[in-house]
């Protein structure tokens, strides 16, 4: 790719970028949320027209104007976000586009054959015949990897591909890379996990800004360069100093015998200032927890307070009166509209607040507000009425959580608030977690980063089966005994 442009209104999002991906190779690529990584990669798609600029595959240019004419070219993409039709079994999306078919007929069973064969090569077991809707996001995450791998690309782009997967699946997903190269395939692999690069790339290249800032050698790039070469500064990546919490600090949430979809019989407290940590395996049941108490899924029994007072939840616009806020592991299918703007978002959930005597919305309050948490949270955007699809995803986080901190919540409760989000980020949304306890709000994070876990908990809880099986105090919590009581191998 060279000299690649591209604008949107009000945004230079690629300028002259020039990238080369070598035969048998994974070329890693990392910047900030809103660099331009995905916008290079979805030009190279075919999903998007670049401005200026061309592209060579193997030596010869070529005009990439649809995903059709990428695929023909062998070029596959694993999108952040997911391009699954939710409604479709795993099997069927695999071999969407390419249904295999008998006697004019689709072919069910082959459909189901060439699935299964790709979920073997990845040792994965996945249900074949149930909706893709009903997956966890980790196994949709490896539907859409299978899906690529089904067509023998040439040439693949991940784009946070381990983001939603276990340690364990991360190592199967590394294997299935290496075979990839060896058979001479080319890989893009972009990645907010610095922890990642030294084992899966063989270089590096940092965008910032929309411009190719370096590229070295995996082995000559330490973290440290990587980062300062993609905020243009140092920065401490160390997770911030906790507040302390009062032992006689009042409870904010009180969870007594929870039951409801995957969960089973969920008993616990947290405290004013306090973050507490529910960490697990993929499948343990820590988001349909978050989502019971949030009531974004009805609990079938049990009893919730908050602040004291015992709270009846029968829809989510209760639990939202009360004080309860769910930042969702799903920013794109469930925390956001899409084809609405920024500003639409971040007020939907608070209208009252501006709504006037005539029973009409304040539009000039609405955008000063929006504009107000645009500059906070320093949110990438031309404005408060860009629409929040055309967002990076590190940039669409921070529009959810704004949404939430307009509400007087006095419990949140954060889904993977990291989840495919830059260093340069995650240290601010840290920070904002950190500010919220000191103002003594009640958290409760969801996350599959057992750093991140460790480091940003007062209190751990390991969920496993739906049920509470162990809790560590901050002190007493390390990476081997979490992970022994999440797999069992402890009580």
């Known amino acids: 790719m060279r000299d690649i442009g591209k604008s949107f209104p009000g945004v230079r999002a690629l300028d002259g970028v020039t990238f080369d991906l070598r035969e ?39 005009a990439i104007d649809s995903p059709a004419a990428a695929e023909k070219l062998g070029i596959g993409m694993i999108y952040q976000e997911f391009n699954l039709v939710p409604s479709l079994t795993p099997a069927q999306n695999i071999a969407l586009g390419y249904e295999p078919v008998s006697n004019g007929l689709l072919d069910e069973r082959a459909t189901r054959e060439r699935a299964k064969k790709v979920f073997d090569e990845l040792g994965i077991t996945i249900p074949l015949d149930i909706e ?59 990645s ?25 050698d995996a082995k000559d790039f330490p973290p440290d360069d990587i980062i300062r070469a993609m905020v243009g ?29 995957g969960v089973n019989g969920v008993s616990f407290d947290v405290r004013a ?3 507490v940590g529910l960490a697990g395996l993929v499948g343990a049941g820590r988001t349909e927890i978050a989502r019971a108490i949030a009531c974004a899924d009805v609990p079938r029994s049990g009893t919730i307070s ?63 507000t929006a504009l107000r948490f645009i500059q906070e949270l320093r949110i990438r955007t031309p404005g408060a009425e860009q629409e929040v699809r055309n967002l990076s995803g590190g940039n669409q986080q921070k529009v959810v959580l704004a949404k939430w901190l307009l509400g007087d919540a006095k419990v949140l409760i954060f889904d993977e ?29 969801v996350s599959s980063e057992l750093p991140e876990v460790l480091g940003m908990s007062h209190r751990i809880l390991v969920v496993n089966g739906g049920r509470i099986v162990r809790e560590f105090a901050r002190a007493e919590a390390t990476p081997d005994a979490v992970i022994a009581a999440a797999t069992g191998a402890a009580a």
Request: charged share 25%; net charge neutral.
């Open 24 to 62: 048998g190779e994974v070329h890693a690529l990392v910047g900030e949320n809103g660099a331009g990584k995905s916008t290079l990669m979805k030009i190279l798609a075919g999903a998007q027209p670049a401005d200026s600029g061309i592209i060579a595959v193997d030596g010869n240019v070529v």
């Open 132 to 190: 893709t809707a009903l997956l966890s996001v980790a196994q949709q995450q490896m539907v859409e990897i299978s899906k690529v791998l089904s067509r023998s690309a040439r040439i693949i782009v991940m784009d946070e591909p381990s983001a939603a997967l276990t340690n364990r699946e991360i190592d199967r997903l590394f294997d299935i890379i290496q075979t990839l190269k060896a058979r001479g395939a080319g890989i893009v692999y972009i």
């Open 306 to 368: 908050v602040a004291g007072n015992p709270q009846k939840f029968r829809s989510p616009i209760d639990a939202i009166l009360a004080g309860v806020a769910l930042i969702t592991e799903d920013r794109k299918g469930q925390g956001l509209v899409l084809g609405m703007s920024v500003r639409e978002n971040m007020t939907l959930a608070h209208l009252a607040q501006f709504v006037n005597g005539g029973m009409l919305i304040d539009r000039k309050k609405e955008t000063a």
């Open 417 to 445: 608030p990291t989840r495919g989000i830059d260093i340069g980020a995650k240290a601010e949304i840290y920070a904002l977690m950190v500010n919220l306890a000191k103002a003594g709000a009640a958290i409760v994070m």
């Open 233 to 261: 500064r140092t920065l401490d990546t160390h997770f911030p100093d906790l507040p302390p919490v009062a032992p006689d600090a009042p409870f904010k949430l009180q969870v007594r015998d929870l039951q409801g979809h």
């Open 273 to 275: 200032g306090e973050i």
């Open 192 to 216: 907010h996990r610095m922890e990642e690069l030294p084992r899966i790339a063989d270089r590096i290249t940092v965008i910032r800004d929309g411009k190719a800032i370096e590229t070295r």
